[in-house]
């Protein structure tokens, strides 16, 4: 089993910046993807960003020289620094954890964007 624990979310001004982690704990393989993404209200869930193993990177357009992904293998941890935010981004941010008997999806960490 693999547990994904989120934070950081909250509320901010349109402009600001928001910082998320998930870590991942349990049966976590060293060949895998993490990555983000989220769900606004009578929406789909949608892509923001990944990032394998080998730091391979991928962003949906909208977000490319906002939000950065990264990680740290050793801890099993996966960030995504936001900038600039907009209320376009409010949604439910989900850490996801693609790998072999997956994926897997933390709970969700709600961003609201608004003044």
């Known amino acids: 089993q693999v547990q994904l624990v989120e934070s950081g979310g909250g509320l901010v001004q349109p402009g600001g910046s928001l910082r998320l982690s998930c870590a991942a704990s349990g049966r976590v393989f060293s060949i895998n993807t993490m990555g983000w993404y989220r769900q606004a209200p009578g929406k789909q869930r949608e892509l923001v960003a990944t990032?394998?193993?080998?730091?391979?990177?991928n962003y949906r357009d909208s977000v490319k020289g906002r939000f950065t992904i990264s990680r740290d293998n050793a801890e099993n941890t996966v960030y995504l620094q936001m900038n600039r935010l907009a209320p376009e981004d409010t949604a439910v941010y989900y850490c996801?954890?693609?790998?072999?008997?997956?994926?897997?999806w933390g709970q969700g960490t709600q961003v609201t964007v608004s003044s």
């Open positions: 996801n954890l693609d790998q072999d008997l997956g994926p897997y």
């Open positions: 990032i394998s193993n080998t730091n391979w990177r």
